[in-house]
């Protein structure tokens, strides 16, 4: 089965609202990376919270390392905000390290 | 600068013939990494260097080829390309293995015709 699952697998918002992602995964994780795809493909890192809560501008992780969770909020929602939201795990496969990606949550945010 | 570049941004290509992508980074990164990524689709790592070994993951094995002549550079070799090679190919690096954040660049958008 997935080993990232991330909830929702899409979301339209009104430019102002909140949103909450959700990231579970089912190994233990050492790594743990929050990334946004823009529309046009770029991947940018926006968090890397093995555990404990990080805040970047509008933007909070928190990932509860015991329980297989992380959570991405995204406060006052922006139209530029709009794009893909990919968690990823670092698993190691025999001497090697891979991150593990979920399917991404697709945010749309109309003005 | 944590800056990943990829060269070029755009590439078309015809099928059968060869394609090969650069990327370089000059954060002195161990680790370089190529990703497809598909419309829809999470992520596909590919292969990655860490230092001067190369790991190409077991299903892309024989598709894919890699050289890293120094530290800053790696680039992705496709030998023969197929209608199934269009996606976004991303690089990324990081400061070792296993517990080190990735760098992305922007990618190069590869159409094969």
């Known amino acids: 089965g997935q080993q990232v699952q991330q909830s929702p697998a899409s979301l339209v918002l009104q430019e102002g609202e909140n949103a909450e992602l959700q990231c579970n995964f089912s190994?233990?994780?050492?790594?743990l990376q929050w990334f946004y795809q823009h529309p046009g493909g770029r991947l940018v890192s926006l968090f890397y919270?093995?555990?404990?809560?990080k805040h970047t501008g509008r933007l909070t992780s928190t990932t509860v390392t015991n329980e297989r969770r992380s959570s991405l909020h995204i406060s006052s929602s922006q139209t530029t905000d709009s794009g893909t939201y990919f968690c990823?795990?670092?698993?190691?496969?025999?001497?090697?390290?891979?991150?593990?990606w979920g399917l991404g949550t697709s945010l749309v945010v109309n003005p | 600068d944590t800056t990943v570049k990829q060269n070029p941004r755009y590439k078309l290509a015809r099928v059968g013939k060869p394609v090969n992508l650069i990327c370089s980074q000059t954060?002195?990164?161990?680790?370089m990494y190529w990703y497809q990524k598909k419309p829809n689709q999470a992520p596909k790592l590919l292969l990655f260097?860490?230092?001067?070994?190369?790991?190409r993951e077991a299903d892309t094995f024989e598709k894919f080829q890699s050289s890293r002549p120094n530290n800053s550079f790696c680039s992705l070799y496709i030998g023969s390309a197929g209608l199934e090679y269009s996606a976004m190919y991303l690089c990324?690096?990081?400061?070792?293995?296993?517990?080190?954040?990735?760098?992305f660049g922007p990618g190069t958008r590869l159409t094969v015709l």
């Open positions: 990324a690096s990081s400061r070792g293995l296993g517990d080190a954040e990735q760098f």
């Open positions: 260097y860490y230092d001067k070994i190369l790991n």
């Open positions: 954060m002195n990164h161990d680790t």
């Open positions: 190994s233990t994780a050492t790594r």
């Open positions: 919270n093995p555990s404990g809560t």
């Open positions: 990823a795990i670092d698993r190691y496969v025999g001497d090697n390290s891979k991150l593990i």
